[in-house]
């Protein structure tokens, strides 16, 4: 599976970084060589870090959190939409609104706030209005809608967030970082990676590339949401009530290492047994026996 996905990321030119003179010192470790005035990014790098991501969005799926999908560069958009759509996650395409995490309540009262504008819109009250409040109102509602569609479902923060192009979205990641949310970023050789938890050195300009990187992170949030579900059907079973007889031990049967070791560390320290008493002889004694012998 790795040497495929090898291949299939060095058909979508994911190789190919910036110029020489744009690069980043700090990524040099996943650099693999110089053609010309480009660098080449190691395949291998790319590789373990998309790996790792993927984990990384397992575990944080699985434990019932969600995923922020983060792409406002042009070549990023349709497919941070496409990803998002197709594993039910929340996206942010076409700008980031500073505080969207570190201010998130007022982000939720802004989403009420087309929640009331849409629903002027399906009882009529819009069109009661005068031309200049319902244009007024309408331009309200599209401004707050395609900032925000995206993250409309999201009542919570998220769990992770990933970001293509971690240099140009510098705001949500200094965000996650406050909040303590994991990062994931798609960087190119100008990129700094300190910026992110996890680095995926990939071409973060071409649209194959992004779309088969992303299209993979999807799967991963998908084997994290059945892994979610499979979680949560063993608390749906009714409870086995015990009987109140102490247990009987099994003849045969071990006590497992960790019990026996907390036992161990939780039993007193036995006491020394006491030195066997010695008599005293005094020297009157040893000249008597002397004289005896």
């Known amino acids: 599976m790795a040497k495929e996905l090898a291949k299939k990321l060095i058909n979508a030119g994911v190789h190919f970084g910036h110029g020489v003179s744009r690069w980043n010192p700090k990524m040099a470790p996943f650099i693999f060589a110089k053609r010309g005035n480009i660098h080449i990014i190691d395949v291998k790098s790319t590789l373990k870090g998309l790996l790792i991501a993927k984990k ?124 303590d949310i994991a990062t994931v970023g798609l960087l190119d050789t100008d990129s700094d990676p300190d910026t992110v938890d996890v680095a995926i050195p990939a071409n973060d300009d071409s649209i194959r590339a992004i779309d088969l990187i992303l299209g993979e992170l999807a799967d991963a949030v998908a084997i994290g949401k059945t892994m979610t579900t499979a979680r949560q059907e063993p608390a749906q079973r009714p409870r086995r009530v015990r009987s109140r007889r102490p247990a009987m031990a099994r003849a045969g049967r071990e006590k497992p290492q960790a019990v026996v070791a907390v036992e161990q560390s939780a039993a007193p320290a036995p006491e020394p047994e006491p030195a066997p008493a010695t008599e005293a002889v005094s020297p009157d004694s040893q000249t008597e026996q002397q004289q005896a012998e």
């Open 56 to 179: 990384l969005l397992v575990d944080v799926v699985s434990s019932g959190k969600d995923v922020v999908f983060v792409g406002t560069k042009r070549q990023a958009q349709k497919a941070v939409e496409a990803v998002a759509g197709k594993c039910g996650m929340h996206y942010v395409s076409q700008r980031w609104l500073g505080g969207m995490l570190t201010n998130f309540r007022t982000v939720r009262s802004r989403l009420q706030r087309l929640e009331q504008l849409e629903a002027m819109v399906e009882d009529g009250t819009l069109d009661s209005e005068s031309k200049k409040q319902a244009s007024r109102l309408k331009r309200e509602m599209r401004k707050i809608k395609s900032n925000l569609q995206g993250v409309r479902d999201m009542s919570r923060l998220p769990g992770a967030v990933i970001v293509v192009d971690a240099k140009k979205e510098y705001l949500a990641l200094r965000e996650a970082v406050k909040l």
